[in-house]
């Protein structure tokens, strides 16, 4: 939805850039809860479609609210950054050196804070990261089996992403529990990107994307786990600079090139051809087999969450991830039809509750900001 009648109380913009979109949405300052307005630009797999379209939005929500400031999701920040950073010259350029930690996410990132930064009226751009949640991982689970020395010469670490999505899951399942103190969940956020959390009373222990966001499960058009011998044997046999190795597992991979060009995960599960089951089954292979390990490393389970585009769109598919998983605790309620969100996928005897709900990676962004930067209704910083 766009802006047409100007407004003069004060919002912030928040722009959440993806790997194939970008989400906005329009919060009053007053009350940061609120969203005035929501929308998602959709692109092709080059940023310049989405940085046009983005252009048109900024113009219009310009003209239109008194914006007081621009929130800015930033996948990567590198050993840098994790909290909130208020954008300025210097540290803007130090941004732009992390394009290469994650090229599908933070170019586009870099390009929005340009914009806005380029806007014909002054405006304040906060950069948030999705690696914040994250920071804290326990030690044994940031860690590589590489070299202590080359560890600390490139600050080589698990950083994991998706942090907003995971957080306002786990936001979701205490409002779905209040009474509940302690507890142990996990989370996955499916969408063009993939990624689960292991939860231990709120806080992550684990999770699958790790120094880039190609980690992990496998997505529309990233590979996930490879073998890395044999990602260095394919760059011999091809003949692949670093590049090109990068483009082809972040762009070519994943269910995308493993069907033969399926960019919907709704298509390759209602597909009959050979090729595209296996596709879906690896996809779901993946997620149960990442479901068992935090099983047994969490030491059993309360909850499971799904959310993502994949997740909110088709409870078909969430019920065919989720099931004959009776050994871990879970038993689905069926048959089950499309409702609002959040929607419980579990009988009410399964010993684990297995929940899809629309994360609110907005919220997450706003209230990181507000953590990290004191502010009154008109977004004055306030001295902490």
């Known amino acids: 939805m766009m802006l047409s009648q100007r407004s003069t109380q004060p919002v912030f913009l928040v722009l959440n850039p993806g790997s194939s979109s970008i989400k906005w949405a329009v919060h009053s300052v007053i009350k940061i809860e609120t969203a005035v307005s929501t929308g998602t630009i959709d692109g092709d797999r080059s940023s310049n479609q989405l940085s046009a379209s983005m252009a048109a939005l900024l113009k219009n929500v310009l003209a239109n609210q008194d914006v007081r400031a621009v929130i800015i999701r930033v996948v990567h920040g590198g050993l840098s950054h994790a909290e909130p950073l208020m954008i300025n010259d210097d540290n803007f350029q130090a941004l732009k050196s992390l ?23 002054p405006l304040s751009v906060i950069a948030v990261f999705d690696t914040d949640f994250f920071a804290d991982l326990p ?21 994991g992403f998706h942090g907003f999505a995971h957080e306002s899951m786990v936001k979701q399942w205490e409002t779905l529990n209040p ?49 890395p011998g044999l990602l260095t044997w394919l760059q011999r046999q091809e003949g692949w600079s670093p590049q090109e190795a990068d483009h082809v597992l972040n762009h070519e991979s994943g269910w995308w090139g493993l069907s033969g060009g399926i960019d919907n995960m709704a298509d390759l599960f209602a597909s009959d051809q050979l090729q595209h ?3 879906f089954d690896l996809f779901r292979y993946r997620l149960q087999k990442t479901l068992g390990a935090y099983f047994a490393i ?25 099931c004959s998983l009776s050994h871990l605790g879970i038993t689905l309620e069926e048959p089950l039809t499309c409702s609002a969100l959040p ?8 010993r684990v509750q297995c929940w899809v709900v629309a994360a609110d990676e907005a919220a997450s962004m706003l209230h990181s900001v507000h953590h990290h930067f004191p502010f009154d209704h008109e977004f004055q910083l306030v001295a902490e």
Request: overall charge neutral; charged content about 20%; hydrophobic content about 40%.
């Open 139 to 159: 030690k044994v689970t940031q860690t590589y089996g590489l070299s202590a020395a080359l560890v600390e010469k490139h600050g080589l670490r698990r950083y």
């Open 179 to 227: 009474e509940v103190e302690h507890y142990t969940l996990v989370t996955a956020q499916l969408g063009s990107g993939c990624s689960m959390a292991a939860i231990r009373d709120g806080k992550p222990v684990d999770t699958t994307m790790g120094f880039t966001p190609n980690e992990g499960l496998l997505m529309r058009t990233r590979s996930g786990d490879i073998d």
């Open 277 to 279: 089951q296996l596709a």
């Open 298 to 322: 969490l030491g059993g389970l309360d909850g499971v969450i799904l959310s993502g585009g994949i997740a909110e769109n088709n409870v078909d598919i969430c019920c065919r991830l989720l």
């Open 99 to 121: 394009v290469s930690l994650a090229p599908l996410h933070n170019k586009l990132a870099i390009d929005l804070i340009e914009q806005c930064r380029s806007a014909p009226s």
């Open 343 to 350: 929607l419980i996928l579990s009988r009410p005897a399964s």
